[in-house]
């Protein structure tokens, strides 16, 4: 019976799969660890690819397969971790599939349904909740936010807050949790005073999916291009963004949000500006990032600092352009341990980030 089960499983998920793939346009990546580098040759490194995170002796960077010539040219003893980076997510979204399909573990939601599950939101409480579309991706697919207030229709004196996911597309677990803590938010007012008052004192906007063609594809770039290596800095301001990157600029700039939250997966920290640069922000800044992202990090134990320190340099990233273009707060979180867990842990990472964004959300 069970292999009839599975049978049937995999005839649907073929079925799906012959309907609903979509081909990704990113390289593949592989993943290497870098130890025993000088910094003059980690920074050439980190100017043509993107350094994941620190590691306890060097750090793990991400090579399109076709470069990896010139990448080895620049760290000769760099170790091959993984020749193809996405290869695990794409057979935990195959896994995950099935099991959906047998009812044993829950699905990772795609695209097409967070919207219609954000539109009926939107539809059954109108009086709290707005969906708004922004712009489209480079393949024409929906851009979208929801916004979350008292008065929702109104632009009331209150503080605007921006909280964002899957800016890169495979890192679908920060949907989830963007998802997950709209639906704690939604279950608490009128019945929990404290998310009452975070929704009745903020104006606060919700992108579970910042990337959007990358999300459909369960691949991290935006049409082969890092969208967080794309955002215009203070010495690139004229940097071509990818598409996403581009309509989530031009909805930044329309509203006047004072704080950002960026979420990305995985490392367990919590991150402020300067990426692009060793150098510090001004000391009165750098006292409220620090004490923020250190009561951030007192909820889920993660370690907190500038991006430049706790993980490298980073040029063209979203927390950099906030904070430079408006003197906006914005903190960028790497969650957890992995992008995509297995689907019985997405409540567990809710979890994990539920307090500490509360403590971000009400320090303003």
């Avoid at 049978?7 to 130890?35: E, F, K, R, W």
């Avoid at 004490?291 to 600092?305: E, H, I, P, R, V």
Wanted: hydrophobic share 40%.
């Amino acid at each position: 019976m069970k292999k009839f089960i599975f049978a049937i499983a995999m005839g649907c998920l073929l079925v799906a799969g012959t309907t609903n793939s979509v081909q990704s346009s990113d390289p593949i990546l592989s993943t290497y660890h870098v130890t025993n580098i000088q910094d003059e040759s980690m920074m050439k490194i980190a100017e043509q690819f993107e350094v994941v995170r620190k590691l306890s002796n060097g750090y793990e960077v991400l090579v399109p397969i076709d470069q990896a010539q010139n990448f080895l040219a620049l760290a000769p003893a760099a170790k091959l971790i993984e020749m193809d980076y996405s290869a695990p997510l794409r057979k935990l979204t195959m896994r995950s599939q099935i099991f959906s399909l047998t009812n044993l573990l829950r699905q990772y939601q795609l695209h097409d349904q967070i919207i219609e599950k954000l539109q009926t939101l939107a539809s059954n409480r109108p009086e709290l909740v707005q969906f708004v579309e922004y712009g489209k991706s480079a393949d024409g697919r929906t851009l979208f936010a929801v916004k979350i207030s008292d008065n929702v229709e109104a632009d009331e004196d209150e503080p605007e807050l921006m909280i964002t996911a899957a800016t890169h597309g495979d890192e679908i677990i920060t949907t989830e949790v963007a998802l997950g803590l709209i639906d704690k938010l939604m279950a608490g007012y009128g019945s929990d005073q404290r998310l009452t008052n975070m929704i009745n004192s903020h104006e606060l906007y919700f992108i579970p999916v910042v990337n959007a063609d990358g999300f459909v594809a369960r691949a991290r770039y935006d049409k082969g291009v890092d969208p967080n290596r794309s955002y215009p800095s203070p010495e690139n301001p004229n940097a071509k963004s990818t598409a996403s990157i581009a309509a989530l600029i031009n909805f930044f700039n329309s509203r006047n949000f004072v704080g950002t939250l960026d979420f990305h997966a995985y490392g367990e920290l919590t991150m402020y500006p300067w990426a692009f640069t060793y150098d510090s922000v001004p000391q009165k800044d750098k006292e409220i990032f620090n004490d923020l992202t250190k009561k951030m990090s007192a909820a889920n134990g993660y370690t907190f600092g500038p991006i430049s320190k706790v993980i490298y340099v980073a040029k063209g990233s979203s927390a950099d352009y906030y904070y430079w273009a408006k003197n906006t707060i914005s903190v960028a979180i790497e969650m957890g341990s992995s992008k995509a867990p297995y689907p019985n842990e997405i409540e567990s990472y809710i979890k994990e980030q539920t307090e500490s964004t509360w403590v971000f959300i009400e320090n303003f």
